[in-house]
């Protein structure tokens, strides 16, 4: 059974930083992608950023390319969102994805979901 817990969420000033970890188990994950979305109240669930556990490529939408930084750890099996010159429009529930599917970009291709991280940036 593949379980991923988000934590590290919390409440923030506008420009502070933050980095959230997923930790990932119930099998390998060698084959996967793992994404961060994020979800505002009223707002659709957004891509944030992705990376493939074997190579580490990495994918970010534009509105935090350049402020976030998503990274694994192999050795703990744990993904990492780092988040730089956080913004209120940054405010949203985080989540953390795997999928073996090739579309990173989309939540529809994700298997399996953590529970979320709520994030809240304040101006």
């Known amino acids: 059974q593949v379980q991923l817990v988000e934590s590290g969420g919390g409440l923030v000033q506008a420009g502070d930083s933050l980095t959230l970890s997923c930790a990932a188990s119930g099998r390998t994950f060698s084959s996967y992608t793992m994404g961060w979305f994020r979800q505002a109240p009223g707002k659709e669930r957004e891509f944030v950023a992705a990376i493939t556990w074997s190579g580490g490529r990495t994918y970010y939408a534009d509105s935090v390319k350049g402020r976030f930084t998503i990274s694994r750890d192999k050795a703990k099996n744990t993904v990492h969102l780092q988040m730089n010159g956080l913004k209120p429009e940054d405010t949203a529930v985080y989540y953390c994805?795997?999928?073996?599917?090739?579309?990173?970009?989309?939540?529809?291709?994700?298997?399996?979901w953590g529970q979320g991280t709520q994030v809240t940036v304040s101006s």
């Open positions: 994805a795997a999928t073996t599917l090739q579309r990173y970009y989309s939540g529809t291709y994700y298997q399996y």
